[in-house]
């Protein structure tokens, strides 16, 4: 599989990297079978893959355990691993014992990319704690850099990044040691492409982006908006007031999403593609993308998510996809935290 560099670094990683959201089960996703996650993990590699996307927060650190589980059993070297600290955990000494807490998880001694998982901002902070004395003083990105900078230097991350940082955020740190900012990005959610991904691009900071499938809607699978489980529809495509687990409180775009799913289905249909394979190659075709994560429960997910990789989607196709997604993409404006209303956006 293609491996592409990411700058100021000597990693190279796969465009399609290994989601690990789902692994150790939750609330979220589900159970999820550590007996898949293994094999999931080792066809990865099989098929090419090296990176894999993990964090403290996912399953309450089942995720990170589950996926220390499945690397045991394969050369260490051969993974590329990314784990993220929740923002609520940046004090500096407390930053440091995370990382201690996920590389024990882990079972590993390095973590290659450390991300910080989203800005350091109330509105993202409540998001991982109801302590208020974090909420009212968090901590400060300066001592959070420190906390990393030490990290790096006793060699426990190779490379530090952050996640959801609007270029508004980025404008504040020092870019050289930023390595990636992972960002959500599908045909179904293309904010990014406004400001944040062409400021990453200019400032040499690699992508990886998120949600390649909009958590399973881009497979195809769904029929109707009603199909779509609770938790994969609290995004703000859909009307909050119809999802009791949803959170920002807006009215949607129903409309348009539904138009711009008929319009990739036209072209799945006319190209003879599955919409998996149409929406995975779409950002791997994007150069500004280092990496793109999909997250698979099992093989036979993962071997259709690898499946799309080796497409080549026309010029024509391009254009076609543009403007079947364009109008939700303008409705959806420069927001790219797609749970929370625009007053509330956690990247800004
Ligand atoms: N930095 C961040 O803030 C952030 C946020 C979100 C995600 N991420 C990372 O990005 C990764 C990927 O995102 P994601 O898992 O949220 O979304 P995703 O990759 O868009 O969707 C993954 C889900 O879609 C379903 N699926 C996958 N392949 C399929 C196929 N071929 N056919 C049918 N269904 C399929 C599976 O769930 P079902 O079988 O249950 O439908 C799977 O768990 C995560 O695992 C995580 O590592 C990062």
Redesign the pocket.
């Known amino acids: 599989m293609e491996k592409r560099e990411c700058k100021n670094t000597d990693l190279k990683l796969s465009v399609l990297g290994t989601?690990?959201?789902?692994f150790g089960g939750g609330s979220y996703?589900g159970k999820q079978d550590q007996k898949d996650v293994n094999e999931v993990v080792h066809a990865s590699i099989d098929l090419g893959i090296n990176y894999f996307?993990?964090?403290e927060a996912y399953n309450d650190g089942r995720s990170e355990s589950s996926l220390g589980e499945a690397i045991r059993e394969i050369q260490r070297e051969k993974a590329l691993i990314g784990s993220?600290v929740s923002p609520s955990n940046c004090y500096k000494d407390m930053l440091i014992k995370h990382c201690d807490n996920s590389l024990k998880r882990l079972q590993t001694d390095y973590i290659d990319i450390y991300m910080l998982?989203?800005p350091i901002h109330p509105h993202a902070i409540r998001h991982f704690t109801n302590r208020p004395n974090i909420i009212e003083n968090p901590p400060e990105m300066d001592e959070t850099l420190d906390a990393l900078r030490i990290l790096k230097k006793q060699g426990k991350i190779r490379y530090f990044g952050v996640?959801?940082f609007s270029s508004n955020r980025l404008k504040n740190l020092p870019e050289e040691e930023i390595t990636v900012n992972?960002l959500?990005y599908?045909l179904l959610c293309r904010a990014i492409e406004y400001e944040t991904l062409p400021y990453c691009q200019e400032n040499g900071i690699g992508v990886i982006s998120?949600?390649?499938?909009?958590?399973?809607i881009?497979?195809g699978?769904y029929t109707s908006i009603e199909d779509i489980p609770a938790m994969q529809r609290r995004t703000r495509h859909f009307d909050s007031k119809k999802n009791s687990e949803s959170r920002h409180g807006e009215a949607g775009a129903e409309k348009e999403f539904l138009l711009a799913l008929d319009g990739i289905r036209a072209i799945c249909k006319s190209s003879g593609l599955s919409m998996?394979e149409v929406a995975i190659q779409w950002i791997v075709q994007n150069p500004a993308i280092t990496c793109t994560?999909?997250?698979?429960?099992n093989i036979a997910?993962l071997e259709?998510?690898v499946k799309a990789v080796d497409l080549k989607l026309s010029q024509d196709i391009l254009a076609e996809l543009d403007i079947a997604t364009q109008r939700l993409m303008n409705k959806l404006g420069n927001h790219f935290d797609y749970y929370e209303s625009v007053e509330n956006d956690r990247t800004l």
Not at 19 to 22: I, P, R
Not at 210 to 216: D, H, K, T
């Open positions: 989601g690990c959201w789902t996703w996307d993990t964090a993220k998982h989203w996640s959801n992972e959500p599908n998120y949600m390649a499938l909009l958590q399973g881009l497979s699978k998996a994560l999909a997250g698979a429960r997910q259709a998510n």
